[in-house]
């Protein structure tokens, strides 16, 4: 396959958000300064209408598809139709066109919520799809698993060089802090440290808080404090009924399930390292060890052109080379912790000395989700940053944040 020269047009799809906005740095630093990237407002990637005009106009050599619908447990619990199917629209309309317009490489990134409830430990990329998924994340999950098929089903049917990647648990830079549907280190954080403020009585930093993060409220808090946004400029019981409502009171934090699940952390940074090493150096056929995995090497008509409904002249999988399947790559540190511990240190972090309370009656989620990372280190990728690193560089850069 050809690589990507520095000059290569390269379409980050999520470039703002925290793994995409890590790829674009690293990219930059690399020296590939012919990045694409477009806001949600500049392309709503669910518009098939929209993305086919988008990747006919702009024609990359290379995408890598970071955009997606994320949340946590009470998202999930709370949007299970959107999280279905916003994912596979923007997954469809993304992999599709890519195809259309012969992008030469594409880095599709999901998730380790692929991964039976109950896979055996630390999960090895063969275990998808043997067992049930774990019922809190299932819509997005199979969302999830549906994107690296296509991935897959493109290369083997048209020799595509499509590549899926299942990091781990990220956090870092330009983490969602948005106490509706942020994932558990930044909500942690958000929570734990405006406790702090609230028991400080440091109301001018509650309000700068509130208005770079404003809560949009659900149904259910709207019922409690009416309609509209809690933001810095309403008033303090306004304010403290919302926090209420996700658990966060003057020196004490109420978190969903028992603390106990354990989980990994990669540092978005190192995620984005690890995707553009894949990006530049790998290929399809390096990860299953065949040059010719399709038909269409060896002249098979495979033109977007040839109607799907008749098989004459189609490429695709030649059948010699049995099954191919499981050729997505794990992305993470192989090393894991509790949620209690790293709720104790996120206390640390952020000089937190007030209580936190675990609300047993709430779902833990999946109990366990240590990735294998075996197969990332034999193509020539280890991580950098530790936990106890990572969480102090996200605090520092929360803070940041807020000035």
Request: proline share 3%; hydrophobic share 40%; net charge neutral.
């Amino acid at each position: 396959m050809a690589k990507l020269d520095k000059g290569s047009k390269i379409y980050i799809a999520g470039h703002k958000g925290l793994v995409g906005s890590a790829i674009w740095n690293n990219l930059k630093a690399r020296g590939y300064n012919n990045l694409i990237g477009r806001t949600h407002k500049e392309l709503d990637l669910t518009n098939q209408a929209d993305v086919a005009q988008f990747f006919k106009d702009e024609k990359p050599d290379a995408v890598v598809l970071a955009a997606a619908f994320v949340g946590g447990i009470m998202a999930n619990s709370l949007y299970r139709a959107d999280f279905i199917m916003q994912n596979m629209k923007i997954q469809c309309n993304v992999i599709e066109n890519a195809y259309i317009n012969k992008v030469k490489k594409l880095l599709f990134l999901g998730s380790t919520c692929i991964y039976p409830k109950n896979a055996p430990q630390p999960m090895k990329e063969d275990t998808l799809l043997t067992s049930p998924l774990e019922y809190t994340n299932e819509e997005y999950a199979i969302a999830k698993i549906a994107g690296l098929k296509m991935c897959e089903s493109y290369n083997l049917q048209y020799g595509t060089n499509y590549i899926s990647v299942m990091p781990t648990n990220l956090y870092g830079p330009n983490d969602n802090f948005h106490l509706e549907n942020s994932h558990v280190m930044p909500a942690i954080m958000r929570k734990v440290y405006l406790a702090k403020l609230l028991h400080d009585n440091n109301w001018n930093a509650i309000r700068v808080d509130m208005k770079k993060r404003p809560i949009n409220p659900i149904a259910k808090l709207q019922s409690i404090i009416g309609e509209g946004n809690v933001d810095g400029n309403n008033s303090q019981e306004r304010i403290e009924k919302a926090l209420a409502f996700y658990g966060i009171e003057n020196n004490k934090v109420t978190l969903w399930g028992d603390g106990s699940p354990l989980r990994e952390f990669l540092w978005s940074e190192d995620m984005a390292d690890a995707s553009v090493h894949i990006l530049l150096n790998v290929d399809f056929k390096d990860i299953i060890g065949i040059e010719n995995y399709s038909s269409a090497f060896l002249g098979t008509k495979t033109d977007g052109a040839v109607d799907r409904n008749n098989s004459d002249g189609r490429g695709g999988a030649i059948p010699s080379l049995g099954e191919i399947r499981n050729c997505h790559i794990n992305i993470g540190t192989g090393k894991e912790l509790t949620i209690r511990e790293l709720a104790d240190l996120v206390k640390q972090t952020v000089g937190f000395e007030g209580e936190i309370i675990w609300d047993a009656e709430k779902p833990n989620g999946t109990l366990r989700k240590l990735i294998d990372v075996e197969k990332l280190h034999s193509l020539g990728w280890t991580h950098q940053v530790e936990i106890e690193q990572g969480v102090q560089r996200l605090f520092k850069w929360y803070q940041k944040s807020l000035q």
